[in-house]
């Protein structure tokens, strides 16, 4: 609802502004009526309306002097409306000089004061949309700093940038904020990709509702995996101390009061704390780390870099030799030499004191150390896509985390993953992609459907793929697709939404946006131009 301030010293004009029209349904409340200028003044320091309505001449102070005050000492940005008669002509003039809204004569027609309301009403929202998109733009810029500091590529001025815009005091963190639950298909669909979207949207502004006066400490896309549909949240010493609270205790708090919003249960990984802003990235590679071992960790709702990866205690034993033996094993895609090799691991790990830190220790090394085999294989993957995969894979929630039987069916999928990786089969294999994508674009493929069906590992055919055309196979899907739309749209009279399921979508307002992201503008209005 608007507000609106009635200003008049005769009690029978302020009583027909009352009830000549209805206010409610016009999306305005009276919020105050005043006889006399000065009392308005007052009213005006300490509170906000968006409509004034004033007579001109009032004792104390008339409306001109009103008007002529709020102006210059800026206490009020509302549509100052002036009440006048024929005879005031002169008063007007100095109410235009000092930004006079509009002038109402009297007496007041019922129909010209609706006018009035409503143009006042479609200002508003005129100039809360140009507001909304002025702070998103920001917001955009800010994140798109945000992420060059991420994967540590600025300069001074993005760091510049950032340190004026956040408020950052004491240690930093990278915080990921995903939901609990785990979403397990290789390549999401579009239509599970539009719905996965929306939650993650209302995550973000979860997140922002939560910490309103820190909103832009959080980040929409910040992960280099497009079908990871998590936040990103930069933490800084100073959120939790400013409250009288710990490090702990405010994530707890924070991670609550999301739950609640989001009635859906919420996971932070928690990547290591740096000195600055400056140093991010370390503190976002560490996140990465800690994602792709939490699957072999005890499931928690925080998960803390510094208490997972625990290194240099005394008392804990790093198994080296056996887990060299593992790796070979993997290596070798020998299944049952994993399967004893591992239990030998467990066996060794479980003799001694400290058992949870010392688990804890080897497997996070001997994850490592997959890291670095896979890499081997082919120096040209990018280590955060085998970071992804281990994830991807380390989580199973039939099996005990930290269990050996989770670790075996762990190792011997990624023996399998290795050795698609030995395989120079990708140029024939992304032949039949392309003819796949080429004969059933409309239909509902996946990187998992095509794996199957070329009986090669699903997230290899997808690293092979983003290698040779710098996408995605599900961008180049979608930009094949709109490819394929855009060509009805100029050569048949179909319409839209007949279009938008020829080619595989079923839902319209979902293929208009991707047509507008990779056309740059509407099919209706790309079929006018074209044509």
């Not at 305005?28 to 005006?44: F, P, Q, R, S």
């Not at 815009?165 to 785990?182: C, K, P």
């Amino acid at each position: 609802m608007l507000k609106v301030m009635l200003i008049d010293d005769e009690p029978y004009i302020l009583q027909g502004l009352q009830v000549l029209v209805n206010w409610e349904s016009e999306g305005y409340e009276i919020a105050a009526v005043m006889t006399n200028g000065k009392d308005a003044y007052n009213y005006l320091k300490e509170n906000q309306v968006d409509l004034i309505i004033s007579d001109i001449q009032m004792p104390n102070m008339t409306g001109i002097e009103l008007l002529d005050a709020i102006t210059k000492e800026n206490i009020s940005d509302a549509k100052f409306v002036i009440l006048t008669g024929y005879d005031d002509f002169s008063y007007m003039q100095k109410a235009i000089r000092n930004n006079c809204f509009d002038y109402i004569l009297k007496p007041v027609n019922k129909e010209e004061l609706i006018t009035l309301l409503r143009k006042v009403s479609n200002l508003n929202k005129e100039s809360i949309i140009l507001k909304e998109n002025q702070e998103k733009m920001a917001d955009a810029y800010l994140a798109s700093n945000v992420i060059s500091l991420l994967k540590g590529k600025y300069g001074d001025d993005d760091l510049a940038y950032v340190n004026n815009h956040m408020q950052i005091t004491g240690g930093v963190r990278f915080i990921d904020i995903e939901l609990a639950d785990e979403y397990e298909n290789a390549e999401a669909t579009d239509s599970d990709d539009y719905d996965m979207r929306l939650i993650q949207r209302q995550l973000y502004n979860a997140c922002r509702e939560v910490l309103k006066e820190n909103a832009n400490h959080f980040i929409f896309d910040v992960s280099y995996d497009e079908d990871n549909y998590d936040i990103g949240f930069i933490y800084c010493d100073n959120m939790a101390t400013r409250r009288d609270l710990s490090e702990e205790e405010f994530l707890n708090l924070m991670l609550r009061k999301i739950e609640v919003i989001m009635t859906k249960p919420i996971r932070m990984l928690c990547g290591k704390k740096v000195p600055s802003i400056a140093a991010l990235s370390k503190s976002y590679s560490s996140c990465s780390r800690l994602n792709s071992i939490k699957g072999f960790h005890n499931q928690k709702k925080i998960y803390l870099y510094e208490d997972e990866v625990q290194v240099g205690q005394n008392g804990i034993i790093l198994c080296k030799n056996t887990i060299d033996d593992v790796i070979a094993s993997i290596e070798n895609n020998d299944t049952e030499k994993i399967d004893s090799e591992i239990d030998r691991l467990y066996a060794e790990m479980g003799s001694g004191e400290n058992k949870g830190s010392t688990i804890d220790l080897n497997i996070n090394y001997l994850l490592f150390q997959l890291i670095h085999l896979a890499s081997e294989q082919d120096d040209s993957i990018n280590q955060e896509e085998i970071v992804q995969y281990i994830s991807e894979h380390s989580f199973e929630s039939t099996l005990n985390r930290g269990s050996n039987q989770h670790m075996k069916r762990f190792a011997k999928e990624y023996a399998n993953y290795l050795s698609e990786l030995r395989k120079s089969v990708s140029r024939g294999i992304l032949a039949d992609v392309e003819n796949e994508i080429k004969d059933h674009f409309a239909e509902n493929i996946s990187l998992r459907y095509l794996g199957d069906k070329y009986h090669i590992n699903s997230s290899y055919l997808g690293q092979v793929f983003r290698k040779k055309y710098g996408m995605s196979f599900k961008n180049y899907l979608t930009n094949y697709r709109i490819k394929e739309a855009a060509k009805q749209v100029i050569n048949t009279e179909k319409k839209i939404n007949q279009i938008a399921e020829d080619v595989g979508y079923k839902d319209t307002d979902y293929f208009i946006r991707k047509f507008i992201e990779i056309k740059g503008c509407t099919p209706s209005k790309y079929r006018k131009t074209n044509r």
